[in-house]
C-alpha cells in the first residue's frame, strides 16, 4: 500500500519561510514522479511543484510560475521523502498543500495536473498572513 504523509505546515508572516515534508510510504521514492498542490476552498487544486522520477536527488523539478524562485522542491532519497521549502512566502500562497506521486514519468511536466497523480496525501495547511 502506497500512502503520503506531510508535514510542515503552519501559519507564517508575508516574507517568511516554511518547508514542507512528503513522506513516502510503500514506493520508492526515486520511482514516483512527486508534485505538490495547493487547494483553497471554492477553488481549483494548482500544481506549485514537481520532481520527476529519478535517484538523483535534485531531479528536474517543475514549478508555477507564480512559485518559481521561492519555491524549491527536492527528495531525499535517504529519507524517502520529497521536501518543499517555501520562502518569500505571500498571502497568495494561504491554502492547503497536498503532496501526490505518480508513476507515469510524465507527471512532472508542466502544467501540472491533478488527474495525472494516483496517490494523494492528506494534505497541511499553510497560512500566510500578517
Known amino acids: 500500500e502506497v500512502r503520503l504523509v506531510e508535514s510542515g505546515g503552519g501559519s507564517v508572516q508575508p516574507g517568511g519561510t516554511l518547508t514542507l515534508s512528503c513522506a513516502v510510504l510503500?514506493?520508492?521514492?526515486?520511482?514516483?514522479?512527486v508534485g505538490w498542490f495547493r487547494h483553497v476552498p471554492g477553488k481549483k487544486r494548482v500544481g506549485v511543484a514537481a520532481i520527476e522520477i529519478d535517484f538523483n536527488p535534485e531531479g528536474s523539478p517543475s514549478y508555477r510560475d507564480s512559485t518559481r524562485g521561492r519555491f524549491t522542491i527536492s527528495r531525499d532519497n535517504a529519507q524517502n521523502t520529497v521536501i518543499l521549502r517555501m520562502s518569500s512566502l505571500k498571502p497568495e500562497d494561504t491554502g492547503m498543500y497536498y503532496c501526490?506521486?505518480?508513476?507515469?514519468?510524465?507527471?512532472?511536466?508542466?502544467?501540472?495536473?491533478?488527474?495525472?497523480?494516483?496517490?494523494w496525501g492528506q494534505g497541511t495547511q499553510v497560512t500566510v498572513s500578517s
Open positions: 501526490a506521486a505518480s508513476e507515469n514519468g510524465g507527471a512532472y511536466w508542466l502544467p501540472l495536473e491533478p488527474t495525472d497523480y494516483k496517490y
Open positions: 510503500g514506493i520508492p521514492v526515486s520511482s514516483v514522479a
